[in-house]
């Protein structure tokens, strides 16, 4: 009886082992569901100099299921910047930032067109901004 006992609680604390977090959920990472969980199928990097007020534009063609990650910094917070469609010749606005150092932001779009990512010197000196998209999907960059 002393033995089975034994066994029981051997048998017990090999099937405690391998959660080192002790919070007792599960030791594998969770993933947002928002944030790409793949290597981007393609990167663009480049760092533009703008002049005041100057600014620079690439188009991103997608759609649903397509995501762009962001990311931009300049020397100083004097970027201006936005994503936006031209549907029915008009301008639709989808996200706008001004007075920024730093961006990073993830774009997914809800219906296929082309977006339009503007980044601009809003500052009073001529700056150099890095600008990095990385493409996930079917998603295409092309600088205008």
């Known amino acids: 009886m002393l033995a089975r006992i034994l066994l029981i609680l051997s048998l017990l604390s090999f099937g405690a082992c391998g959660d080192d977090t002790g919070g007792g959920g599960p030791d594998a990472n969770t993933i947002d ?9 393609q990167v663009i990097e480049a760092s533009r100099p703008l002049e005041v007020g ?3 534009e690439g188009t991103m063609t997608g759609g649903m299921g397509d995501v762009a990650v ?3 910094s300049a020397p100083t917070a004097d970027i201006g910047w ?6 029915n010749g008009g301008t639709q606005i989808i996200y706008e930032e001004h ?4 961006v990073a932001y993830t774009f997914a779009p809800a219906t296929h067109a082309e ?17 990095k998209v990385e493409l996930f999907g079917n998603m295409v960059w092309t600088w205008l």
């Open 33 to 41: 569901a928002a944030t790409p969980d793949a290597m981007p199928r």
């Open 54 to 56: 100057a600014l620079v």
């Open 70 to 72: 962001i990311t931009l």
């Open 82 to 87: 936005n994503i936006h469609g031209h549907a």
């Open 99 to 102: 007075d920024k150092m730093t």
């Open 115 to 131: 977006w339009y990512l503007l980044v601009r010197n809003e500052g009073t000196a001529n700056m150099e901004v890095m600008v």
